[in-house]
């Protein structure tokens, strides 16, 4: 390992980062951010603009307004009467969210939905009516959420939709009347329905698909008089389209041969849908109309990156944006659309800055049975003689889901493997969301067999392009990149060295058994894509492999992981330590599907980081206890 930059403390990768998510409140006047706060995330403000008569050097000064002292707040929003902010928080891991509404001048914060065992969720908050906001709640029954309003000056919540049709998704007009909904059916397929006016109205179908089919709703239009959804019905990749509610006649807005629709960007003041993104290799946007066309037109301008709009003021005149860069931190902006200018706030992790990162290249390969492959391979930093001689140790980077995508941009993991001496392969193998509907379809029911010799084809171009060393290849990966981790080791027990799993289920049976009561409405297409009797799960599930395993294998779990049960990792471990195989676990009592508190992935990735340097030879900062962190070595 020569010729390697500088080792970066882990500290700098996964610890808080010092500024990060800033959102304008709607009257402009003040910006929201999070930050630390006795090493624990909570909501910032300040002024939004350089106060009038300051020094252009005068540093700005922030307050916090929030005060949690335990998990850290990592999704907030802005009240309309820009005197609140509201936030999101669940307890360990569980899922069960609450919503809190804090004062951001006497810094109270009141429990709007102080129910145990209940996950709330924020529906819809609107400028033109800044005294409520709409609430979804499983309250009266865990499998389905009922619509609640609530008056955010008193906290009373009212029933305003009791959710007696299995729906899955509901959406308020531009009056906050639900007026839109989603629901599964049996075989997996999805229908939408509309009503005609008020709560009360009946609801009507307005359009269906299959189950091979993928979209949802996404809002009203701006007179209400048609919906805009997302779907892949008669494409092969999920489109924009306008639906006139009264004849039900569609209107192509969007659309690509290959990628789905991935994200909007909607004015506040008229409603219009401005611009549409597409994940391809990057992100890229695409103008629906001139005023679209005019703000992209400046904020490509500023830096180099991937754009997000995280936040518009009511009069549309401050944006905050982000661009997001695979060799460096993320950088936040307020863009100013009157003087046409855009102000640099922070990136979230400056002290990055002094280190060399490495570049992330979008790739593509051919599988065995003919179907092209994307992804993105990540290379250590390295001189020119390097880039053409070094064979590298390489971890198979498997992302979650399976029905999400690996994307192009900073990943702190990415950064931290690439630094140690190791080439990151990130596959978006079959069953990866994003890339149509035909893409994600060749996924169903191959858990464990061509989504998994889709990771070994990836593994076998990265060796046969000499980026790899095929001696020293270990797989790792969360959720199902944890399953996809148990998989290679115990289905291909030669392919790998080691395997490190992050709340991977062991038992496909075990887990669609235990899902949380919410999952219930949509348990069919669960079924669909995974496999839907006990003895294909059965031989699709690595714990009954388990004797197979001959290299070793960290687990990592959560104790109150809502979705994959601590069970799931339990069972695999004794199974294992059953038959004297190498197995390390490590237990968060107080974390769900995955680490929210970053003294826990600081434990976390200092014991992965010993055991690759151990297992597949590369560099590793020595190990140091964690103050804070709960991990337990079982």
Known sequence: MNE?????????????????????????KTLAFLAPLDGVMNVHIRPALARENAHPTDPIVSNPVTSDTNRGISAYYWQQDSQHILYIQDTGGDENWRVYQTDIETRETRDLTPFDNVQARILAIDPRFPDIALLALNTRDPR???VYRVDLNTGELILVEKNEENFVQYRPDNQLRIRAAQKMLPDGGTEI???????????RLLTAWGPDDSGGIVAFSPDDSALYITTSEEANAARLLE????SGIPTILAQDEQYDVSGLMINPINREIEAVAFIRARTEWTPLNEEGQRNLDELTQVRD???????RDDADDLWTVAYVTDDGPVYYYLYNRVSHSAELLFSNRPALGVYQMAKITPIEFVARDGMTLYGYLTLPPQNAAQAITQKWPLVLFVHGGPWARDTWGFSSYVQWLANRGYAVLQINFRGSSGYGKSYLNAGDREWGAKMHTDLLDGKAWAIRQGYADADRVAIMGGSYGGYATLAGLAFTPDEFVCGVDIVGPSNLNTLLASVPAYW????????????????FLTERSPLFKAHQINKPL???????????????????VEAMRKSNLPVEYLVFPDEGHGFNRPENTLFFVAKAEEFLAKHLGGRAEPFAEVPGSSGEIR
């Open 243 to 246: 639906i006139d509610i009264e």
């Open 4 to 28: 390697l930059p500088t080792l970066i403390p882990r500290s700098a990768l996964f610890g808080n980062p010092e500024n990060t998510g800033p959102k304008i409140s709607p009257d402009s």
């Open 520 to 535: 219930e409405p949509i348990k069919a297409q669960l079924t669909k894509r995974m496999g839907d009797t006990e003895e």
């Open 305 to 311: 990156g991937d754009l997000q709009i995280l936040s």
């Open 193 to 203: 329905y509309v009503r005609d006016a008020a709560d009360s109205a009946p609801w």
């Open 144 to 146: 389905l959420h009922d």
């Open 554 to 572: 960290l687990i990592a779990q959560g104790a109150n992981d809502p979705r994959v049960k601590i069970a799931e990792s339990d069972q695999i």
